[in-house]
């Protein structure tokens, strides 16, 4: 939530506003409008000159003013030496005993003590091979205070490749989690008031109400990490949910980088990439990627911009939230309260002379209506829709009012995809397939090529999961004048045996291909698949 100094300062409100927003008419600090900026600013000013500043509250500097809260009356000599020493005015704001006394928790968690590139190079080649549980544990004895120990955890989480960090209050203590490669994994165990500590730094980091337990909070900031020596801006996106015993935090890291250089490396099957270079080198259409959150569809978007933007081209977008920032990419993000949405986004988007659009998700009538207008009057357009495979799509397209001529001719195809997660190359050993394994691939032994199978054992590299690194499992649907003229006739059932007939590039297709090539297992394809997947394409 933006605070009221970030707002005055952006010229948003005025500083009574602000002051309005930041001091209820009890004298009542509204602290997820707080921004603890001003308090370092106020502290540095003074150079350390004076020590009664226990129960001052610097709420807002503008125009050379400060604008200090204390519950008490401020002597008149003490505001003089306040001005002498900073140079600037000093107004005095009465603010609640109650919040004063909140104060005194706030500051303990001084943000600009949060600072996790002082562990960039904590992790050392002899280290990265180590349980990360014990490494963990060794980092949080070393480091007893909530500070370090948040910066540690937020470097240790970017150093292995996790995409979110867990916080979890059980009842004597937090547990701690890391996602890496889509799977939760137990990282360590706090005792439960040094877990309270740890969640009250992340949420001042993310200049949250600290004093509110009782509700759910949103935050974020942004810091930066050593990518092999390579300085990247990683964005934080924190939530907050009140439960039995206490508060769970979730934190997602979002470094500002695509792990995914170019769609070659997104785990299509040449068949697949062949049709979908097809599609993206068209001057117009729509391409719909579609799929459950956490499949993938965000990185497949942002390697096609890049694949397909250049200088003779204006690509711009309107995401929910901007995930990755692109050079010579117009980005733009979603804001309610402004009154941007994707629909009005989209409308403006189509003022801005743009060649190719990407709109992150396709939710209402109105978003999908426009941009299967875009598609139709000259523009490349990308999205997203949540299906479970291609031939869904349509009739979640229908259900938002489109026409289906209007569908028909403007689409060019639609990708659905999972993740799945690859053999760790360290550990992966022969693996001979099973009677089951064959009977859910549909394959006979004579082509599912016995010696390509690959299963990895587990080592210190994978934790132990035999597992390291994920790729996109796609079926595609390539809109010919057969499928066309299906939608025009509203016959989907069609659609399904027609594909089956010309055996597209199926789920089955893309999970067949990876098992007999060693680049992942059976079981992983049943984790993320399910049997109506494997066999969408059959007679319906």
Known sequence: MTSAWKRLINNEISI???????????????WSKFDLEVSQRFQSSLK????????????????????????????PQSIQRYKDITGCDIKHIYISEESSKRWSAVKEYDINAININKFNDLFTEEEKSDDISLTSQKYFRKFPDPKDRLAFLISFALHHNASDVHLEAERNHLNIRFRIDGLLRNLSRLPIKDGKSLINALKVMCSMDITDRRRPHDGSTQTSYSFENDPVPVDLRVSTYPCVCGEKAVIRLLPQRNRFETLADLGFTERALSIYRKWINEPHGIIIITGPTGSGKTSTLYASLKEVSSEEKNTVTIEDPVEYTMPGITQGGVNPLAGMTFETGLKSILRQDPDIIMVGEIRDNDTADTAIRAALTGHLVFTTVHTNDVVSVIPRLKGLGLDPDLISDSLLGIVAQRLVRKNCKRCEEHYDPQDKDLEFLNLKIEDCNPAGWRKGSGCEECFNSGFSG?????????????????????????????????????FRYSACEKVINGVTTIGEIRRVLSSHAMRSFESK
Request: proline share 1%; with cysteine; net charge negative.
């Open 16 to 30: 009574d506003e602000a002051l309005q927003l930041l001091v209820n008419n009890e004298g009542e600090i509204q």
């Open 470 to 506: 994920r790729e996109a499992v796609v079926e595609i649907l390539d809109i010919d004048e057969t499928v066309k003229q299906y939608i025009r006739k509203d016959e989907i059932s069609n659609i399904y045996s027609y594909l089956q007939e010309i055996e597209c590039n199926s």
């Open 48 to 75: 350390k000159n004076l020590n009664d500043l226990s129960s001052i509250v610097p709420l807002l500097l503008w125009q050379q003013c400060y604008y200090i809260g204390c519950s008490i009356d401020i002597a």
